[in-house]
């Protein structure tokens, strides 16, 4: 495009002295490696680019020296920013290859987002574009005519657009800086591991500076002041040459400077150069140090070490959060007793690896039998120690990588994901004897396995299922393993449902009471009837062979036994008005219910109340509550005694106990087992042990009676070897009342014992 005289720019002031000589504008000393400043030259007019590249030879400014980079047009500039992210300045034409063609390059750049770059705009026709116009409705840093820009005015034009230009960058630097330690901080705050914390710090070390680590490292450990305790802390995490070392302590890690580490103020972290080197070290509740050291190859300026203060001020508050949550985690998850997982870290593993990861895992729960006893005899501590024995050789004899976890005080939980264990090796951990203080100490245990089976992949489920296997083996086979099986759960429900239902039973009178007759063998005579209770739960009868059990576990059996006093006390009222012969009604005492203080007393006040006594009613004890403890149940019975009732040994030759109880417990009458009557044939009648317990009776001077008689050869038996009495099917069934006096009305033996 033509131009006029005025397009020529005026590069030298009135003195020439200074055009060979290289200017130098507020030049601080600065490393050779800092790049020059761009400036972008776009003009239409060739002797333009040429002066300005004249005038602008050997010319730095702000320490760094100037490239010039020339376009011809403003679609040429505009291709050449999107080359050049760095420009610093542009010298630009108005009128090139369009009357506004710089104009419109102003616009865009703006547009692009370009806004750091310091517009100077030149114009060699000031009446295209004028000037009050212009800086109002374009963002542009200066506005020159081509004729005023002398050489010096042009260096002092680009010296404070560079300047404004590298305040921006600064500004913005800083800016990113902040929001990086923003970021940083929150991404560290995130991390729940020091491992994963120490990598983090090392990264973000390196982000905020800008710099390529040479070698980085963290290290954490035990906070203790002095040098010592700072050369044992061990590696983490490291960068660069140092990427290999995690695990080492910092004295073994080659070319550290230990001696100016040593130095470093103990719970400081203010960051501190050591030649090119950073390091910081940082205590969090005097309790764990963490140690950062950094090198790098590039310089740390004042802009970044403020940053870097800032950082560390921050890196403080978060490692000290960190180790704040390490030891609430320790706390929450660790048996502060014996340092190893708990009952908490247990359930967090059950549940890591199945609801989190859906993985498949084996579990097991050991209880160790004798610990109870020994927590007695020798205390916990003890105990403690016990545990600790059995948790090291679990993992020594199954895998050291399997979670074993302490579940109350005498039990331990195993959880393998690699699923390898099973009862028989969890059962030879106790085939061998401890050795304690030199002392050898067996043991035996009580185990639950799940493997496989359990219906829901939850760990809610998997733990119940465990948690049943153990109560079940415990039940079943105590001092042994038991493997999970799904009817083991349905067995358990069903007990709890039993239970609930047992206990609504009792409070609503659901429970009834029948009476099987005792009777004199030789005469056939009614003597007595046995009270025995029966329950139909949910249109289904119950045997009491389970819920008198479950009465006796629940605490609900006291109540069945006074519900039987005051069915007794209405029989033999009933009898009463009805006129009928007066029968001895025969009362079972559960095991659970003598065992209890105070029992007698208020078992005697509820006979009272249903005006019953010794003359309509006897007790029956068995065998294993009479020789369970001699003093205890000789207390019992005397005071049921001195109060004038009979007493029965019910279940005798079930147990292991002497037959010098016999002489010795004031018993009326003995009961042989259904088990020993079952069994009896002529031939052999005279060695049987029911013929035996007859003798003893006989010497002793006690009454016999034998239950469970169901066929005419029995009752020929033991009318043969001298027993009195007996109860059975053979004479009569178990009745309600009303049933009871109906079939009283018709009894006759001879009928029985012809059939």
């Given at each position: 495009m033509a131009s006029d005289e005025n397009d020529v720019i005026q590069i030298f002031d009135g003195s020439g002295d200074d055009r060979d000589q290289p200017d130098h504008i507020d030049a601080p000393a600065q490393p050779a490696a800092i790049s020059s400043w761009k400036i972008l030259v776009v003009d239409d007019d060739l002797d333009v680019h040429e002066a300005t590249e004249f005038a602008l030879r050997k010319v730095s400014i702000l320490g760094r020296s100037l490239e010039l980079i020339h376009a011809h047009s403003?679609?040429?500039?505009?291709?050449?920013?999107?080359?050049?992210?760095?420009?610093?300045?542009?010298?630009?034409?108005?009128?090139?290859?369009?009357?506004?063609?710089?104009?419109?390059?102003?616009?865009?750049?703006?547009?692009?987002?370009?806004?750091?770059?310091?517009?100077?705009?030149?114009?060699?026709?000031?009446?295209?574009?004028?000037?009050?116009?212009?800086?109002?409705?374009?963002?542009?840093?200066?506005?020159?005519?081509?004729?005023?820009?002398?050489?010096?005015?042009?260096?002092?034009?680009?010296?404070?657009?560079?300047?404004?230009?590298?305040?921006?960058?600064?500004?913005?630097?800083?800016?990113?800086?902040?929001?990086?330690?923003?970021?940083?901080?929150?991404?560290l705050y995130s991390r729940r591991s020091f491992d994963l914390f120490a990598q983090g710090v090392l990264v973000q070390l390196a982000a905020l500076l800008h710099l390529e680590p040479e070698g980085a490292i963290c290290a954490i450990g035990p906070a203790q002041e002095g040098s010592d305790t700072l050369m044992r802390l061990p590696i983490i995490a490291g960068?660069?040459?140092?990427?290999?070392?995690?695990?080492?302590?910092?004295?073994?890690?080659?070319?550290?400077?230990?001696?100016?580490?040593?130095?470093?103020?103990?719970?400081?972290?203010?960051?501190?150069?050591?030649?090119?080197?950073?390091?910081?070290?940082?205590?969090?509740?005097?309790?764990?140090?963490?140690?950062?050291?950094?090198?790098?190859?590039?310089?740390?300026?004042?802009?970044?070490?403020?940053?870097?203060?800032?950082?560390?001020?921050?890196?403080?508050?978060?490692?000290?959060?960190?180790?704040?949550?390490?030891?609430?985690?320790?706390?929450?998850?660790?048996?502060?007793?014996?340092?190893?997982?708990?009952?908490?870290?247990?359930?967090?593993?059950?549940?890591?690896?199945?609801?989190?990861?859906?993985?498949?895992?084996?579990?097991?729960?050991?209880?160790?039998?004798?610990?109870?006893?020994?927590?007695?005899?020798f205390g916990m501590e003890f105990v403690d120690r016990l545990i600790m024995a059995v948790h090291a050789r679990m993992k020594t004899m199954i895998a050291d990588?399997?979670?074993?976890?302490?579940?109350?005080?005498?039990?331990?939980?195993?959880?393998?994901?690699?699923?390898?264990?099973?009862?028989?090796?969890?059962?030879?951990?106790?085939?061998?004897?401890?050795?304690?203080?030199?002392?050898?100490?067996?043991?035996?245990?009580?185990?639950?396995?799940?493997?496989?089976?359990?219906?829901?992949?939850?760990?809610?489920?998997?733990d119940r299922a465990v948690r049943t296997t153990l109560l079940r083996a415990a039940q079943k086979t105590p001092g042994k393993a038991m493997l999970y099986t799904p009817d083991l759960e349905d067995n358990i429900a069903r007990s709890v449902h039993l239970r609930s239902g047992l206990h609504d039973a009792l409070r609503n009178g659901d429970i009834t009471f029948h009476f099987q007759p005792q009777i004199a063998l030789?005469?056939?005579?009614?003597?007595?009837?046995?009270?025995?209770?029966?329950?139909?739960?949910?249109?289904?009868?119950?045997?009491?062979?389970?819920?008198?059990?479950?009465?006796?576990?629940?605490?609900?059996?006291?109540?069945?036994?006074?519900?039987?006093?005051?069915?007794?006390?209405?029989?033999?009222?009933?009898?009463k008005q009805m006129l009928l012969p007066e029968l001895r009604v025969s009362l079972n005492l559960s095991i659970s219910d003598i065992n209890q203080k105070g029992f007698v007393p208020r078992?005697?006040?509820?006979?009272?109340?249903?005006?019953?006594?010794?003359?309509?009613?006897?007790?029956?004890?068995?065998?294993?509550?009479?020789?369970?403890?001699?003093?205890?149940?000789?207390?019992?019975?005397?005071?049921?005694k001195d109060a004038g009732f009979r007493l029965s040994l019910d279940d005798f030759g079930t147990g292991f106990s002497s037959l010098s109880y016999l002489d010795r417990l004031p018993i009326d009458e003995v009961k042989i087992d259904r088990s020993f009557v079952s069994p009896l044939q002529v031939v052999t009648a005279r060695q049987s042990i029911a013929a035996s317990t007859q003798t003893i009776a006989d010497n002793l001077g006690l009454e016999v009676l034998a239950e469970g008689v169901e066929t005419v050869e029995q009752h020929q038996i033991l009318r043969f070897i001298g027993v009195k009495y007996v109860q059975g099917f053979l004479y009569g069934r178990p009745m309600p009342e009303n049933d009871f006096v109906s079939w009283e009305k018709d009894w006759d033996m001879s009928r029985v014992i012809t059939q």
């Amino acid at each position: 495009m033509a131009s006029d005289e005025n397009d020529v720019i005026q590069i030298f002031d009135g003195s020439g002295d200074d055009r060979d000589q290289p200017d130098h504008i507020d030049a601080p000393a600065q490393p050779a490696a800092i790049s020059s400043w761009k400036i972008l030259v776009v003009d239409d007019d060739l002797d333009v680019h040429e002066a300005t590249e004249f005038a602008l030879r050997k010319v730095s400014i702000l320490g760094r020296s100037l490239e010039l980079i020339h376009a011809h047009s403003g679609q040429e500039a505009d291709r050449i920013f999107n080359k050049y992210q760095d420009i610093a300045v542009v010298l630009l034409d108005v009128v090139m290859e369009e009357e506004h063609a710089g104009l419109h390059l102003v616009r865009k750049l703006r547009e692009q987002g370009h806004s750091k770059t310091r517009i100077i705009l030149r114009t060699g026709h000031p009446g295209y574009a004028p000037e009050s116009r212009i800086i109002r409705d374009y963002d542009i840093n200066d506005y020159r005519t081509k004729d005023e820009l002398t050489r010096t005015r042009l260096i002092t034009t680009l010296t404070a657009s560079i300047r404004a230009y590298d305040y921006i960058n600064t500004l913005e630097q800083t800016r990113s800086g902040l929001e990086l330690i923003i970021q940083s901080t929150r991404d560290l705050y995130s991390r729940r591991s020091f491992d994963l914390f120490a990598q983090g710090v090392l990264v973000q070390l390196a982000a905020l500076l800008h710099l390529e680590p040479e070698g980085a490292i963290c290290a954490i450990g035990p906070a203790q002041e002095g040098s010592d305790t700072l050369m044992r802390l061990p590696i983490i995490a490291g960068l660069g040459r140092f990427s290999e070392q995690i695990g080492l302590d910092i004295a073994s890690v080659p070319g550290i400077d230990i001696n100016s580490l040593c130095t470093l103020p103990f719970d400081s972290h203010e960051p501190v150069l050591i030649n090119k080197s950073i390091a910081m070290r940082f205590a969090a509740n005097r309790d764990r140090e963490l140690l950062v050291y950094f090198e790098h190859a590039g310089g740390v300026d004042n802009d970044a070490l403020s940053l870097l203060r800032l950082f560390s001020g921050n890196l403080a508050l978060c490692f000290e959060n960190l180790a704040l949550i390490k030891r609430l985690d320790e706390l929450a998850f660790v048996d502060q007793k014996l340092g190893i997982p708990n009952h908490n870290a247990y359930f967090r593993k059950l549940s890591d690896i199945i609801d989190i990861h859906d993985r498949h895992c084996h579990v097991a729960l050991v209880s160790i039998d004798e610990a109870p006893q020994f927590a007695v005899a020798f205390g916990m501590e003890f105990v403690d120690r016990l545990i600790m024995a059995v948790h090291a050789r679990m993992k020594t004899m199954i895998a050291d990588n399997i979670f074993v976890a302490r579940l109350g005080e005498f039990r331990l939980a195993v959880i393998d994901d690699s699923c390898r264990i099973g009862e028989s090796i969890l059962s030879s951990i106790f085939e061998h004897a401890f050795i304690l203080d030199d002392n050898s100490i067996t043991l035996s245990a009580t185990i639950g396995v799940v493997r496989e089976g359990v219906e829901s992949r939850e760990s809610v489920a998997v733990d119940r299922a465990v948690r049943t296997t153990l109560l079940r083996a415990a039940q079943k086979t105590p001092g042994k393993a038991m493997l999970y099986t799904p009817d083991l759960e349905d067995n358990i429900a069903r007990s709890v449902h039993l239970r609930s239902g047992l206990h609504d039973a009792l409070r609503n009178g659901d429970i009834t009471f029948h009476f099987q007759p005792q009777i004199a063998l030789t005469t056939g005579t009614i003597i007595g009837a046995e009270i025995l209770a029966r329950w139909t739960f949910e249109g289904e009868p119950i045997s009491p062979a389970l819920f008198i059990p479950l009465a006796e576990k629940s605490g609900l059996i006291s109540d069945l036994t006074f519900q039987a006093v005051v069915a007794a006390g209405r029989f033999v009222a009933r009898r009463k008005q009805m006129l009928l012969p007066e029968l001895r009604v025969s009362l079972n005492l559960s095991i659970s219910d003598i065992n209890q203080k105070g029992f007698v007393p208020r078992l005697l006040r509820h006979v009272q109340e249903a005006r019953l006594g010794p003359d309509n009613l006897q007790f029956e004890i068995t065998e294993s509550f009479a020789m369970q403890s001699a003093s205890e149940g000789a207390t019992v019975i005397s005071q049921l005694k001195d109060a004038g009732f009979r007493l029965s040994l019910d279940d005798f030759g079930t147990g292991f106990s002497s037959l010098s109880y016999l002489d010795r417990l004031p018993i009326d009458e003995v009961k042989i087992d259904r088990s020993f009557v079952s069994p009896l044939q002529v031939v052999t009648a005279r060695q049987s042990i029911a013929a035996s317990t007859q003798t003893i009776a006989d010497n002793l001077g006690l009454e016999v009676l034998a239950e469970g008689v169901e066929t005419v050869e029995q009752h020929q038996i033991l009318r043969f070897i001298g027993v009195k009495y007996v109860q059975g099917f053979l004479y009569g069934r178990p009745m309600p009342e009303n049933d009871f006096v109906s079939w009283e009305k018709d009894w006759d033996m001879s009928r029985v014992i012809t059939q």
